[in-house]
């Protein structure tokens, strides 16, 4: 499915499209790529979009899995509406924000999930533990870390949770900007992004 803002197929909508908020997270476009790719998707997958920030994600996997379902949990009011506004800026229909913190709230979404894209929050071990218990047999689940103290927890995580196939990739991106009268590169933050499966 496409829309009119992005009239086409593939992914990797570029970030200006997007509505932002100052302060709020936005997961750039390459490691977008990144996150996409490593979740698998299904033409009918339900996925829970934890930690949805700017709707980023939830946007280009409605996008991608038109007779998909996703789940965007974002804890934050403004930030919520500010997922909804970006899916109907791109005209998508299958995602339903749900307002609530993470890992409290899980409990109350409507479906479990087959995938969950998980980035950030204040107990992101926890999180990964309450999703695991969710997850569908079979299930993926991508999460990304910004920094050492969340490569660990999630790894941690990961293991304590006998997850399969686990894989971690750390991206390294750089964009060509102008500055003055000069094109250089500049580097987008470095995100690890680890992925597991639940084969049971």
């Known amino acids: 499915m496409s829309s009119q803002l992005w009239p086409y197929i593939t992914p990797g909508i570029p970030d200006d499209l997007f509505e932002q908020l100052p302060g ?8 977008r790529l990144l996150l996409i790719s490593a979740l698998r998707l ?31 949990v974002e804890r934050d009011e403004e930030v919520a509406n500010l ?6 800026r791109f005209g998508v229909h299958n995602v339903q924000v749900i307002e609530g913190s993470a890992p409290e709230c899980l409990k109350n979404l409507p479906q479990p999930p ?10 992101l071990k926890d999180i990964l533990k309450e999703v695991w218990r969710y997850l569908q047999p079979s299930g993926r689940v991508v999460a990304t ?8 927890a999630l ?27 000069h094109q250089t590169f500049a580097a987008v933050n470095p995100i690890f992004i680890l992925s597991g499966e639940k084969l049971d």
Do not use: M
């Open 24 to 31: 709020i997270p936005l997961s750039k476009r390459e490691v």
């Open 83 to 88: 997922i909804r506004r970006n899916c109907a």
């Open 145 to 152: 870390a910004s920094n050492l103290e969340s490569l660990y």
């Open 42 to 72: 299904q033409p009918d997958s339900l996925l829970w979009d934890i930690g949805a920030g700017t709707g980023t994600i939830s946007v280009e996997t409605g996008l991608l899995c038109p007779k998909g379902q996703i789940i965007a």
């Open 155 to 181: 790894s941690e995580g990961f293991a304590e949770l006998h997850a399969r196939n686990i894989e971690v990739v750390q991206s390294a991106v750089n964009r060509l900007e102008t500055r003055g009268n």
């Open 114 to 123: 087959q995938r969950v894209c998980l980035e950030g929050g204040r107990q």
